[in-house]
């Protein structure tokens, strides 16, 4: 349990304060509009499922206030800086941004199945009593007189009005049918299948976000759920309930007028709206500097390097940036993690061929003169990530798979620097690198610099600062058979360092408890950009071998979200 609270205390207590807004929230409107006298006659008609209606939508408002603001990349990125002088644990859950974001539209999904559940039982009701299929109190407040169509209390004005009829007619039904058909279609477009094989049905489906806000602020304006309001002298609905003749005739039974709620939605979401329109464009104003290239390279292994200058671009270690290329599509952004260290005058991306855009990216630069400028690009960045605090630790495990090892080429390009400029504000005193691929062509682009900080090391007698280790997933005969010629050789026949390649996986288990015991009293930082499985694997290992005991060892997991 001590492990546990280290490794997750902050964000299981974030999860519960969110959980507990929830519930509270939920409760509060129940029972609001299950007990509350100006919704007596309401309640007559309708019965629980106004509560259940109303409840649902105050979790809404809660929710889609909070929907926004994770996918604000630049607000992150501001907060991350001011928190620079606060502890990594608190700087850790802005690295769980999609996550948390995933987890409000779920919230936001439930909700919406129940809000319209309860009114479609609600108008249901309000139609059959407008039939005087219930009792005469019911028949009689759905057959109240309203010359200024203002004071009832049915909004089925008449036996001609079917439920259908009014759900395609009126504002609240209108609004309803297109929020939740833009919500289906972005939650359902979301799945991991679609969004990794389809990313373009992702993410145009996903814009509809702007008709789905549209509408959840136009929803209220219909005010189909009414109260009774205060008349003068006033209608008491527990004295006059039972004398219907009565109403209008004697002074304690008025006859009762209803007025629709204000809507409040609006208010609720106004803030995250303005903050993402000025993302937006702060994202435009990026898209129109102009970006250069320096040099392109597209390597054996389908990988695509480019080194790219923009004026006033600053990055830090491990951070991302997205991409658009208006030759393929001029609304799509990619996000590719910079594998340039912060003291090169050019930032660049590794581009692997995963899906359509990547695909038609190579496919312009392969077709490109000799000698000639790349395609038009625009720049969204830096935005901040786990990889950011590496150096804040004083030892870490940096673990990357495949094309994920992105972030760390440019953590060891900081390093080499670092060492060849003998900076002395360089705390990290030992790394441990895992790269795991299952194919040799991938090492090619990563060996060189590995080669070179085998070199620096050396030289400067500190052979001990950085111990690699790199794993081959997948291999045919062939290969182990050259492997087997060449096992006495001095270097890797697959990377030609002296390191040699492993293969298979990596033995987790092995590796922590070797890193436990070669630092039995420092804070480790375990960072991953490899695949959730992985993650929930290394996750799993930090809480087992961190120690409750302060002055031991503690791990710290870190993962690249995007």
Same mark, same amino acid.
Request: charged letters at 20%.
């Given at each position: 349990m001590g492990n546990w609270i280290i490794n997750h205390g902050l964000s299981s207590f974030i999860l519960v304060v969110w959980m507990t807004i929830n519930i509270f929230l939920f409760l509060w409107f129940y029972f609001f509009y299950d007990l509350g006298d100006q919704f007596f006659y309401t309640r007559h008609i309708l019965g629980s499922a106004l509560a259940w209606a109303r409840a649902p939508a105050a979790v809404l408002n809660f929710?889609?206030?909070?929907?926004?603001? =994770?996918?604000?990349?630049?607000?992150?990125?501001l907060i991350r800086g001011s928190f620079m002088c606060c502890g990594r644990t608190m700087r850790k859950q802005l690295d769980k941004n999609i996550s948390f974001h995933k987890l409000v539209a779920y919230?936001?999904?439930?909700?919406?199945a129940v809000h319209t559940i309860a009114h479609l039982l609600n108008v249901e009701w309000y139609y059959n009593s407008r039939l005087g299929e219930y009792d005469d109190l019911s028949t009689a407040l759905s057959s109240l007189d309203d010359s200024g169509n203002t004071t009832f209390l049915n909004p089925i004005r008449s036996t001609t009005t079917t439920p259908t009829l009014l759900v395609f007619t009126s504002v609240a039904g209108i609004t309803g049918v297109i929020i939740t058909l833009s919500l289906i279609l972005m939650i359902t477009s979301s799945m991991e299948v679609i969004r990794r094989s389809y990313f373009e049905v992702f993410w145009f489906t996903h814009h509809l976000f702007i008709v789905f806000f549209a509408g959840l602020v136009i929803h209220g304006a219909g005010r189909i759920v009414r109260s009774q309001t205060t008349t003068n002298p006033p209608h008491n609905a527990t004295f006059c309930k039972d004398r219907i003749d009565d109403w209008g005739k004697i002074q304690?039974?008025?006859? =009762?007028?209803?007025?629709?709620?204000?809507p409040q939605t609006w208010m609720w979401v106004i803030g995250p709206m303005i903050l993402y329109v000025c993302e937006r464009l702060l994202r435009f104003i990026r898209y129109m500097q102009?970006?250069?290239?320096?040099?392109?390279?597209?390597? =054996?292994?389908?990988?695509?390097?480019?080194?790219?200058v923009k004026n006033g671009f600053k990055m830090d270690v491990g951070q991302y940036v997205f991409l658009n290329c208006p030759a393929i599509s001029q609304l799509e952004w990619h996000p590719f993690t910079m594998t340039s260290a912060p003291e090169e005058d050019f930032f660049s991306v590794h581009i692997r061929s995963v899906g359509d855009w990547t695909q038609k990216l190579i496919s312009i630069v392969e077709q490109l003169p000799e000698g000639a400028e790349g395609p038009k690009m625009g720049v969204d960045g830096p935005f901040g990530t786990a990889s950011e605090d590496v150096f804040d630790y004083e030892v870490a495990m940096l673990v990357g798979a495949g094309i994920g090892v992105t972030p760390f080429a440019s953590i060891l390009k900081s390093i080499w620097y670092k060492f060849k400029d003998s900076n002395p504000k360089l705390r990290t005193r030992k790394i441990y690198f895992y790269w795991l691929c299952r194919e040799t062509h991938a090492f090619e682009w990563f060996a060189d610099l590995l080669q070179l900080l085998e070199r620096e090391m050396e030289e400067r007698g500190m052979g001990n600062f950085l111990t690699y280790k790199l794993y081959l997933t997948g291999w045919d005969q062939s290969h182990a058979n050259h492997v087997m010629v060449h096992a006495d050789a001095d270097t890797d026949v697959v990377t030609g360092l002296k390191q040699k390649t492993n293969y298979g996986r990596p033995n987790w288990d092995k590796e922590f408890e070797q890193v436990r015991k070669e630092n039995p009293t420092s804070v480790v930082g375990t960072f991953?950009?490899?695949?959730?499985?992985?993650?929930?694997?290394?996750?799993?290992?930090?809480?087992?071998?961190?120690?409750?005991?302060?002055?031991?060892?503690?791990?710290?997991?870190?993962?690249e979200n995007f």
């Open positions: 929710n889609c206030l909070l929907i926004l603001l =994770p996918v604000c990349r630049n607000l992150l990125s919230m936001i999904g439930l909700m919406t304690e039974c008025p006859i =009762p007028q209803f007025a629709g709620g204000f102009t970006v250069k290239y320096r040099k392109i390279v597209i390597r =054996p292994s389908k990988v695509l390097e480019l080194q790219l991953l950009c490899g695949p959730a499985v992985l993650a929930t694997v290394l996750s799993k290992k930090c809480v087992k071998y961190t120690d409750v005991d302060p002055r031991k060892t503690k791990f710290y997991f870190n993962k």
